[in-house]
């Protein structure tokens, strides 16, 4: 997809786009976007063969294999991060610390913001406290990306993409889907959606990327849980 002729959308700024509402510009309640971003960093760099993980290690550590960035800020701080680091981390390991990254759904959003598809916005909660909202500019990308979704889930046992594959599996996981389609439709599909996110239509290394971000999210669960009833 090509938005406004420009180059076409990376993973993360598809899951944002997915994350946000529309008109709000807020990210929909439960959807762990940080989560989702960072896999799609990971998945992003797998899928145009600059990092690879190494199916000999018995941790799946992550390897450097093509340092030459991809002319995307996010994209290649991510790559540059993986390339400086002391030592090799686990596909976890990097989804976990590259959802920490400053700012990161704010830059994530502004990418968005210079192709013309999202707006920015300042606004205020309670009277006292501002907040930053990117509602949309232009529908088109996002509705080109619920049709793709939308054939592969609901289309019968279609191909799927690697692409499309992975964003449905990251969807799933960071709990964006269900504000993309109706739950019960999901649910009917239950059985489609499990085949791909199971791993089973894309490689292993992309599997992996699937089954941290499921992990980091669970743990921030956890972590969430912990925190609200050490605050009782």
């Not at 289309?155 to 990251?170: F, H, S």
Request: proline share 3%; with cysteine; aromatic share 4%.
């Amino acid at each position: 997809m090509r938005p406004n002729g420009d180059t076409p959308l990376r993973l993360y700024e598809e899951v944002l786009l997915l994350a946000l509402r529309d008109k709000e510009g807020t990210v929909h309640f439960g959807a762990h976007v940080q989560y989702g971003l960072a896999a799609a960093f990971i998945a992003e760099l797998l899928l145009e063969r600059r990092i690879g993980v190494d199916a000999n290690a018995k941790r799946q550590l992550v390897d450097v294999v093509d340092r030459s960035p991809l002319g995307d800020e996010l994209l290649d701080e991510c790559l540059e991060k993986l390339t400086n680091a002391k030592r090799r981390g686990t596909v976890k390991t990097w989804v976990t610390r590259l959802a920490g990254l400053r700012r990161l759904r704010a830059r994530a959003a502004s990418a968005l913001v210079r192709r013309g598809i999202l707006k920015l916005e300042e606004g205020r909660v309670l009277l006292f406290f501002s907040r930053t909202m990117y509602p949309e500019r232009d529908p088109k990308p996002e509705r080109e990306i619920v049709a793709r979704l939308r054939r592969a889930i609901f289309g019968g046992n279609v191909d799927v993409d690697p692409r499309t594959t992975l964003l449905i599996a990251l969807t799933h996981a960071t709990g964006i889907l269900p504000h993309v389609f109706d739950k019960k439709r999901l649910k009917d599909r239950k059985a489609r959606i499990q085949q791909i996110t199971d791993g089973s239509l894309v490689g292993k290394a992309a599997k992996e990327v699937v089954e941290a971000v499921q992990a980091a999210v669970i743990a921030a669960g956890v972590a969430a849980s912990v925190a609200a009833t050490s605050g009782r």
